[in-house]
């Protein structure tokens, strides 16, 4: 199960569509396309109480108490082992997760993203392939702008006093540390095709593996992951 994390709007969901993308054009003929599935972290936030709502500009989204880390935990546990799971869905508008939710199943890669996937270190030891996606602050701040503005129902100002007060001081004390973990480390996002083609043709060996040598897929990852890194 590859992850890869990230700062806010560094850009770290696009490589990982651009990746997901790539593996489902052999769909067809090497595997169901219920194989491949990418999964971001932000369905996993929990539900702001009425008070934190009316003060929606103090709350910290980027802090690992944002999170439920405990239900990720039990659904990538879930998927891992072959499961059916049912993602929920949350809604940036309302702050709050929405009835519905997403099936997933029949992964055979989970491709998995989110700001903090890398801070709990029983979610870490979860992942196969551990990805951090390394951008420069003054991109990641124009994107969020372009991002909260557009999606979130977000004003500039809002925007720019939620990224001083909270987002950079989070970044910095807990998101950047992770990068440690990381077994690759992708400068510039989703313009860094030589990284995402990197990526998908590992990822694409194992896929090839899993159908024709079941039991070969586990044992050779580290030796191919070496050779894409090394």
Known sequence: ????????????????????????????????????????????????????????????????????????????????????????????????????????????????????????????????????VDTDSDTRLARRLRRDIAERGRDVESVLAQYEKTVKPSFDEYILPTKRYADIIVPRGKENTVAIDLITQHLRVLLERMHSHDGEAKSGHERDLAQLIG
């Open 1 to 132: 199960m590859p992850h890869a994390s990230a700062g806010t709007a560094s850009g770290k969901t696009s490589v990982c569509n651009k990746v997901t993308e790539q593996l489902k054009l052999d769909v067809h003929s090497l595997w169901p396309a219920e194989a491949v599935v990418s999964i971001t972290q932000d369905k996993f936030y929990k539900d702001l109480s009425e008070s934190q709502k009316e003060k929606i500009g103090d709350y910290n989204f980027d802090h690992p108490d944002a999170f439920d880390f405990e239900e990720t935990i039990h659904l990538v546990s879930n998927l891992k082992e072959g499961k059916a799971v049912e993602i929920p869905r949350y809604s940036f508008v309302t702050s709050s997760r929405l009835e519905e939710t997403d099936t997933v199943v029949g992964a055979e890669v989970v491709i998995f993203e989110g700001i903090l996937a890398l801070y709990n270190p029983k979610l870490r030891d979860l992942f196969d392939m551990k990805i951090f």
